[in-house]
């Protein structure tokens, strides 16, 4: 069964609506994390990173499908089992619903996370019509859409997860004040006094040691003579 649907705007990842049935299980941790990996997934929409229009993200024994249309994204959870042509079939009507208000305007003045309410109760009133994949109306539905082929893409959502990590490690990287190199040793003044006197301050400074050593060696002399 169909057990969570958000419907969000791509431009930058808000929220609109959820079923209003859901509001009761705020209370529930599991409800929680899928709403939370919902949410999660609309805002990858958002970034273009899953740049496809159709989609089902497995998880576990679950899984998310979303839709694109008209910069709105619809973005439900099922159980794996449920037949997927049928779940985009709930999609696509909530999106010829969304369609039917016109409410585009009012789409774009919206700043509070699932403040359309109006259409979070139409989104309840649908599902309902999807609950049972045994009903008449849906075996009607599943046996005209089987001819029908289904462009989706499939992607796990640990993968997505993972590939959001290493982007943001990367971001973060190149975000990083680089390290300054002093202009003054890094002159082509400097360097050219570096390979001109580095071979003459070795010559100096092994006639140095040279000098020392023999020295050395005439005191010790000098010492055994006179013992």
Wanted: proline share 3%; hydrophobic share 40%; glycine share 2%.
């Amino acid at each position: 069964m169909v057990k969570l649907t958000i419907v969000g705007r791509v431009e930058d990842g808000l929220p609109l609506a959820q079923d209003q049935t859901y509001v009761n299980q705020e209370d529930n941790t599991s409800f929680l994390l899928y709403k939370q990996q919902a949410e999660f997934l609309l805002k990858q929409v958002s970034k273009d990173s899953l740049l496809h229009p159709k989609m089902t993200i497995l998880l576990d024994h679950h899984s998310f499908h979303f839709l694109v249309e008209k910069k709105i994204c619809y973005i439900a959870l099922s159980d794996s089992s449920y037949p997927r042509k049928l779940l985009f079939n709930y999609l696509q009507n909530l999106n010829k619903e969304l369609d039917k208000l016109d409410e585009k305007a009012l789409i774009q003045k919206i700043s509070k996370p699932y403040s359309f309410i109006r259409f979070g109760k139409i989104i309840g009133r649908i599902r309902k019509q999807y609950i049972d994949t045994r009903t008449q109306a849906n075996l009607s539905k599943l046996n005209a859409l089987r001819k029908q082929e289904l462009d989706v893409v499939t992607e796990h959502l640990n993968d997505i997860i993972q590939r959001q990590q290493i982007l943001e490690t990367l971001e973060k990287a190149s975000s990083d004040p680089p390290m300054i190199v002093s202009t003054i040793w890094s002159s082509r003044c400097l360097q050219d006094i570096s390979l001109k006197w580095t071979p003459v301050t070795i010559i100096i400074l092994v006639i140095l040691v040279l000098f020392k050593a023999s020295l050395i060696m005439t005191d010790d002399y000098l010492i055994s003579t006179m013992i």
